[in-house]
Nanobody
Framework: QVQLVESGGGLVQPGGSLRLSCVGS????????MAWYRQAPGKQRELVAT???????DYGDSVKGRFTISRDNAKNTVYLQMNSLKPEDTAVYYC???????????WGQGTQVTVSS
């Protein structure tokens, strides 16, 4: 069994910053890829950022230049540094991880991020 637990969400004013963390536990050797997704009310879940074991990253167009994904392989942890937050970043943010490529992977329970004045 693999579990992913997110933390770091909350309420922040526009222009502010938050750092999300996601820790993996269970029967894990290492994660092949880790990612953050988000889902706003009434919208489909969308990819925010991904990072491979080797550190290659990719970002959704709406967060490029504002968000940074990173990981600590020794701790099976992925982070999402979010800067210059906008109200449209408000969503539940989910951690996702794969141990083996081309498999469904695992999801965390989500953490709420609300950007509002």
């Amino acid at each position: 069994q693999v579990q992913l637990v997110e933390s770091g969400g909350g309420l922040v004013q526009p222009g502010g910053s938050l750092r999300l963390s996601c820790v993996g536990s269970g029967t894990i050797v290492s994660f092949y890829a880790m990612a953050w997704y988000r889902q706003a009310p009434g919208k489909q879940r969308e990819l925010v950022a991904t990072i491979t074991r080797g550190g290659n990253t990719d970002y959704g167009d709406s967060v490029k230049g504002r968000f940074t994904i990173s990981r600590d392989n020794a701790k099976n942890t992925v982070y999402l540094q979010m800067n210059s937050l906008k109200p449209e970043d408000t969503a539940v943010y989910y951690c996702h991880a794969k141990i083996i490529p081309n498999t469904p992977g695992y999801w965390g329970q989500g953490t709420q991020v609300t950007v509002s004045s």
